[in-house]
Structures are given as structure tokens and as C-alpha cells.
């Protein structure tokens, strides 16, 4: 075309030079006009890339099927399929390829169409080398962000893979299977365990693997806040509602839209917000707090809770329509004490991690220390564990981690008289002393579900006295909240 060959000309008589791509771009080119097909591969030619022309859409599909251009300028009125359904299906061949429609008959309306329907530019003919080359150099920075994106979401998927889930025991094999087998389900799931076994990350890995896994994972902690807060952050809010709404603001279920929401600790959800995120689950409908119109939303519900939930259900501090809805599948994470087999698996993993930023070069541990691992009943779990194990690292004065390296209440074999050859009648008493005190203590804070103020008056001292025991058993009340 006229101007194709007068673009060229000038490109030639100016002798601008371009460099714009460290390494050649593969931009497929589609348009049904052999002169303007022709044109647009000199100049991408010119401006240092491949360029990879078609003529006709159908062969231009063949090729997208086995390949991924870095960018593709589309022709946006062709005879096979025009420009906005080769956009479309662009979109699903090659998602992270930006598709530039050009057109000799563009107008506004024809640019915000193709925008609306996910085009990255719109050019008009008849375009000039400069707008072009701004445009390619636009796009590759947008497929360099939307292959970053990938990228990340990789390693966020491997992060949370089976090979960081570690555990080698029959019931974490099992769990493993059922995780593999309900992923990329719609199902919700409630995840029950005690304090520190690993409820979220088995959560994260179940996203990580699904089908929503590019959405948002949204976690949130159901006894984190005040009530009157809590319904507020969960279904979002119109301005005016409250004293405070200067603004509309979508919730955390909204923004979890099309991904996965996490309710941690749910049975400390009020009973009345469980009524309300009933409805939410058996619609996927809810209402902001001050507004009128319903919202339809796509999640999927994970749910977890450390507590006794057939005792909730028989005092009703739980719904039971409530809590079938959320236990469609059941994964029942086991305490640490119950699969001895993962403790030393789990420690070696935590000393790889910490040991990434230490300068020490520890090789692993002596067999006392693993025999002591393996005897403890672990209260706080892999969690209880993993803070063990940093402190070992920090403290360590070998290359081999030994029972001194280990807090006071690990040294020596747990529920077990210690050896007398090597102990004197004080020292065991002293041991024994400890034993108790620590297991009475944990004994009341589970009771009280972490309440310090309850604990310490069942105990008969004051709150700053068992404060101190708490820090010196180094136990966190929040374990059995």
C-alpha cells in the first residue's frame, strides 16, 4: 500500500536506527492484505525483531497452537475470523502474548471495543515507524510482566507443593492423597488439628494446585477481630453505614472472587455472622453492610479450627447447618506426638532452612539430641518444633547440634526419669518439678482456650506471675486460642 511504501521510504532516508529488544522479538503479523502483510514484516524487520506473517487466520491458529509469539498484530477485518475473535482466541492459546489490533477503518468506538475485550493497543492505519516502535516496546514490557507473573506463581505453587508439606508417615501420606484428589474440586473442606500442625499451609497447597490457584488465596483469622469490625471487613461496607464509612469499600469475600478464602479458626465466628455467611455460601450472593444490592461472588470456602467441634455443636455455639456446609470434606491433620517417624524428617528440614542464612556449618544432629526429639509431646507442634530448631542453630556452638543447644526443658529425655548415672537425686527432682509445672501449665491454657486471665485465676496467681512461667516454658497462649 501507498502508505506502507512511503513509511519504508522515510525509515530508509533517515536511517533511524533502533534498539529496542536485547534479544529478537517473535511478533506474528495476520492480515489478509498481501501488501500491508508484506509492509508491516519490513518494518518489524527493520526494527530488530522476527517477524512471523499470516494471511489467513486459520493457519495463523495452527501455528499459535504449538507456539507463543512474543507479540501479535492482528488485522482487525479478515474473512475467516476477524480481529476480535482471533483476539479471543488468542486469549486462550497464548494469554501472555499482548495482541495489538490494527484496522484501516478505526474509530473510538472500535478501539474501546477491543480494549474492553482485552487487546493491549489499537493502531490505526495508516501508522507511522515511531508509533509502532513505541507500541512494540510497550508490549514486550507488558509480556515481560505477564511472564514475571507466571513465573512467580510458579514458584508460589512450589512453595506450597507436597515437597514442602514434609512428612513421611501413613496418616501424612494419607492426607497427601486426599489433598491430590480434591484440588481442583469446588468443594469446601474443613481442616481440624491442634495448634501448629499446619492447618494453612495445607490450605495454601490445596489453592496452589487448584484451578483457582491464579485468583487470590485469602486468609483470615475469625477471632482476630471485634464483631462489630469483623462483618464489616468480611462483606465490605457502602459509605455512611457506620460511623467511620467515608467510603464504599468492597470486603474480604469480594476481593476473594473467583479464588479461595481461608476462615482460620471459624468456630470463633459469633453465632449471628455464621447465619449471615451461611446464606453467602448457599447463594455465592452477599450484601455490603448499609447497602441493597446482592453481589455475586465465586469462592471457594477453606475452613480450619483447633477446637472440639462435637462439643461446640452440643453446647450450639456452632450452627449445624452451618458446619455442613463448611465440612463437605474433612482432612483431620494429626498431632506431631502422633507421627514420631516426621519429627526428625521436620527437624532436618527446619535446620536446611535456617541454616540458608547462617554463617555456621552444621552437618545435622548428635543421636541424643534426635532420641530427645522423638521422646517430646511437642504441645506446639511443627511450629514448637521449627522455633526449637532455630534456636539450636543460633546457639549452636559445634558443628553438630547437641542436647545443650536445646531449651531447658529439653535437655534431658522428656517423660522419662533421667538416667541417675549422669544425674544427681536433685537435678532429677528438679527435672520432675519442670515436668509438671510445664504440663499444668498447658493443661490450663487449653482449658481456658489461651484466656491468660482465666488460667491464672484457676491457678490461683496473678497474671503477671504466670506470665513469667509462660515465657520461661517459652509456651504461647495464643497456641489454644
Known amino acids: 500500500m501507498k502508505e506502507i511504501r512511503e513509511l519504508l521510504s522515510e525509515f530508509y532516508c533517515q536511517q533511524i536506527e533502533f534498539d529496542i529488544m536485547k534479544r529478537k522479538l517473535q511478533i506474528l503479523i495476520i492480515d489478509d492484505e498481501p501488501e500491508m502483510l508484506s509492509g508491516c514484516e519490513q518494518i518489524v524487520s527493520l526494527l530488530g525483531a522476527e517477524p512471523i506473517p499470516f494471511s489467513q487466520s486459520r493457519k495463523a491458529i495452527k501455528f499459535l497452537e504449538e507456539n507463543e509469539p512474543d507479540l501479535i498484530f492482528c488485522d482487525l477485518l479478515m474473512p475467516d475470523f476477524d480481529g476480535m475473535q482471533m483476539l479471543e482466541i488468542c486469549q486462550k492459546l497464548v494469554p501472555n502474548s499482548p495482541v495489538i489490533i490494527f484496522s484501516a477503518y478505526g474509530t473510538i468506538d472500535r478501539a474501546v471495543a477491543a480494549m474492553k475485550l482485552g487487546a493491549f493497543d489499537f493502531l490505526e492505519k495508516p501508522f507511522n515507524i515511531d508509533a509502532m516502535k513505541i507500541i512494540i516496546e510497550k508490549g514486550q514490557k507488558q509480556r515481560a510482566l ?10 508460589l505453587e512450589d512453595k506450597y507443593r507436597f515437597d514442602n508439606i514434609i512428612g513421611k508417615s501413613l496418616a501424612m501420606r494419607e492426607i ?6 480434591i484440588s481442583n474440586s469446588d ?27 491464579n485468583n487470590a488465596f485469602v486468609p483470615v483469622n475469625c477471632g482476630a477481630l471485634p464483631e462489630n469490625l469483623f462483618e464489616a471487613e468480611l462483606f465490605g461496607y457502602e459509605k455512611g453505614s457506620f460511623t467511620g464509612a467515608l ?74 447447618d452451618f458446619y455442613y456446609r463448611l465440612n ?26 535456617f541454616l540458608l542464612n547462617s554463617s555456621k556449618e552444621i552437618i545435622g544432629f548428635s543421636d541424643e539430641v534426635i532420641e530427645i526429639l522423638e521422646n517430646y509431646s511437642w504441645p506446639g507442634n511443627v511450629r514448637e518444633l521449627e522455633n526449637v530448631i532455630e534456636r539450636a542453630v543460633t546457639l549452636a556452638r559445634n558443628n553438630t547440634i547437641k542436647p545443650i543447644d536445646l531449651p531447658a526443658h529439653l535437655q534431658t529425655k522428656e517423660n522419662s526419669v533421667a538416667d541417675s548415672s549422669k544425674s544427681s537425686l536433685s537435678e532429677i527432682k528438679q527435672k520432675t518439678i519442670r515436668d509438671v509445672e510445664k504440663n499444668y501449665l498447658i493443661s490450663i491454657l487449653k482449658k481456658n482456650s489461651g484466656n491468660v486471665t482465666k488460667a491464672a485465676a484457676e491457678a490461683g496467681l496473678t497474671r503477671r506471675h504466670l506470665y513469667r512461667l509462660i515465657n520461661t516454658y517459652q509456651l504461647n497462649p495464643s497456641d489454644w486460642r
Do not use: M, W
Not at 146 to 155: G, I, M, Q, S, Y
Not at 176 to 181: A, Q, Y
Open 187 to 213: 468443594v469446601n473442606i474443613l481442616i481440624t488439628g491442634e495448634s501448629g500442625t499446619g492447618k494453612e499451609l495445607i490450605a495454601r497447597s490445596i489453592h496452589a494446585r487448584s484451578k483457582r490457584h
Open 328 to 353: 463437605v470434606i474433612n482432612i483431620d491433620i494429626p498431632p506431631l506426638r502422633e507421627r514420631k517417624e516426621d519429627i526428625q524428617l521436620l527437624a532436618k528440614h527446619f535446620l536446611d532452612i
Open 247 to 320: 467510603h464504599n469499600k468492597i470486603g474480604l469475600l469480594e476481593y476473594a472472587d473467583g479464588g479461595t478464602f481461608f476462615l482460620d479458626e471459624v468456630c470463633e465466628l459469633p453465632l449471628n455472622l455464621q447465619t449471615k455467611l451461611l446464606r453467602t455460601l448457599q447463594d455465592q450472593k452477599l450484601r455490603h453492610v448499609g447497602g441493597n444490592e446482592l453481589i455475586q461472588v465465586n469462592v471457594r470456602i477453606i475452613s480450619a479450627t483447633n477446637r472440639n467441634v462435637q462439643q461446640l455443636l452440643q453446647n450450639e455455639s456452632l450452627r449445624k
Open 176 to 181: 497427601f492423597e486426599l489433598i491430590e484428589s
Open 146 to 155: 505477564l511472564t514475571e507473573r507466571v513465573h512467580l506463581l510458579k514458584l
